[in-house]
Nanobody
């Protein structure tokens, strides 16, 4: 059974940093794309950053220069380093897998349970 498990969320003040981890199990991460998405209450889920197994990355404009996605293929783990956090980054963050780096959440097949990030001003 394929599983994705997020960790690393928490509460920080504006300007602080967090590093989220997405660890996969049940299969060997050797293809496709892992994406980080976020969803705040009453808002649609949006793509934050995505990384293809080959290393190609895509990052949302509003977080460019602040968020960095990376991967450790040997550890089946994808990271999202979040710096200079803002209150508007407050959301539930999810990781998900798809066969390509789509920006549309509905095209991702496997999802984690999410980890909450709260940024206070």
């Amino acid at each position: 059974q394929v599983r994705l498990v997020e960790s690393g969320g928490g509460s920080v003040q504006a300007g602080g940093s967090l590093r989220l981890s997405c660890t996969t199990s049940g299969y060997t991460y050797s293809s496709g794309c892992i994406g980080w998405f976020r969803q705040a209450p009453s808002k649609e889920r949006e793509a934050v950053a995505r990384i293809h197994f080959s290393g190609v990355t895509y990052t949302r404009d509003s977080v460019k220069g602040r968020f960095t996605i990376s991967q450790d293929n040997a550890a089946n783990t994808v990271y999202l380093q979040m710096d200079s956090l803002k209150p508007e980054d407050t959301s539930m963050y999810y990781c998900a897998w798809a066969d390509a780096c789509y920006s549309i959440p509905a095209l991702y097949v496997y999802w984690g349970q999410g980890t909450q990030v709260t940024v206070s001003s």
